[in-house]
């Protein structure tokens, strides 16, 4: 079921029709509207079902939002898409940390860290049924971590690579962008990555021997 | 609940598959939807834009918002004109 508009514009008329002012910008724009909304359902699948109550709200409410950030971004617009491709990405950005925000809102970090304390990996307890050399692995790799990541890097790691916490909801409660916290990731994964190269290990040779 | 054992292997995966220079997310995100539209055309994005893939293997929050984006333009009529 779609009720997407059939006009067919080009960027410089998406461009042109936005810039402009009265009728034809009007046009474009409820046009334009049209298009975020009905590209939603799509984008939402399996977050939110267009059947959901809550479904039309967020519809009504991301599309405002889309809407007011594209025609404040309009010129960093950079042509290298189509301008629909561009305007649904925003749109998914807009709805996607409005889910996520609610999906998380009742896991704090801090009672994450309480309950599983300092040692993020549950996995690198010794079990019996595990052989010798992966419980050597594993407090190896454990070790690795204590030694070589910050607490915040540990935290981090823990509350999204075991977890699953979107970057977005960790870094608001570390009171950091998305941006700085996947920086932070990153020179997480690096360190371990160089440090396990300095004790002849690779992380592949860790892997491997877990198949 | 995540397994424990099954995150544990995949955080060794990044690490054994990070790079010294990667993306972060804003430049990513800049161009995710030229990525798209390239992955839409049947063009090679690993070679076109590595970094973008890159980015998108290590980051799950852009890895599923591109996700969302690909269903939106996947269910759109033929591409419009440019
Ligand atoms: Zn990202």
């Known amino acids: 079921m779609k009720t997407e508009p059939t006009t067919m514009r080009t960027n410089t008329d998406w461009l042109g029709e936005l810039q402009t002012t009265g009728a034809a910008r009007e046009a474009a724009l409820a046009d334009l509207r049209a298009i975020v909304l009905a590209g939603l359902p799509y984008a939402l699948s399996g977050w939110l079902s267009p059947a959901d109550p809550q479904f039309e709200a967020l519809a009504e409410d991301v599309a405002q939002e889309t809407l007011l950030r594209v025609l404040d971004k309009l010129n960093s617009f950079e042509h290298r898409s189509h301008f629909t491709t561009w305007v649904h990405k925003i749109a998914v950005r807009v709805a996607l940390t409005e889910l996520r925000r609610r999906r998380w809102a009742d896991t704090s970090l801090e009672a994450l860290t309480a309950e599983k304390g300092e040692g993020m990996m549950m996995a690198a307890e010794p079990t019996p049924g595990r052989i010798v050399e992966q419980n050597d692995m594993l407090g190896i790799v454990q070790r690795l971590l204590m030694e070589e990541l910050t607490h915040k890097q540990r935290l981090a790691m823990m509350a999204v690579n075991v977890e699953g916490m979107p970057l977005e909801v960790v870094a608001q409660q570390m009171g950091m962008t998305r941006n700085a916290l996947y920086k932070l990731l990153h020179d997480a994964r690096l360190r371990l990555k160089r440090r396990m190269e300095r004790e002849g290990l690779t992380a592949a040779d860790v892997l491997a021997s877990f198949q | ?82």
Do not use: W
């Not at chain 2, 993306?23 to 995100?29: D, G, I, K, L, N």
């Not at chain 2, 798209?36 to 799950?60: N, Y």
């Open chain 2, 1 to 82: 609940m995540a397994n424990p054992m099954r995150s544990f292997k995949r955080l060794l995966a990044m690490v054994a598959h990070t790079d010294e220079v990667e993306y972060s997310c804003e430049q990513a995100h800049r161009v995710l939807d030229e990525y798209a539209d390239c992955v839409m055309r049947g063009e090679d994005v690993t070679a076109m834009l590595p970094l973008v893939h890159k980015h998108l293997e290590m980051c799950p929050d852009c890895r599923e918002e591109y996700e969302a984006l690909m269903r939106i333009v996947r269910s759109g009529p033929l591409h419009p004109a440019r």
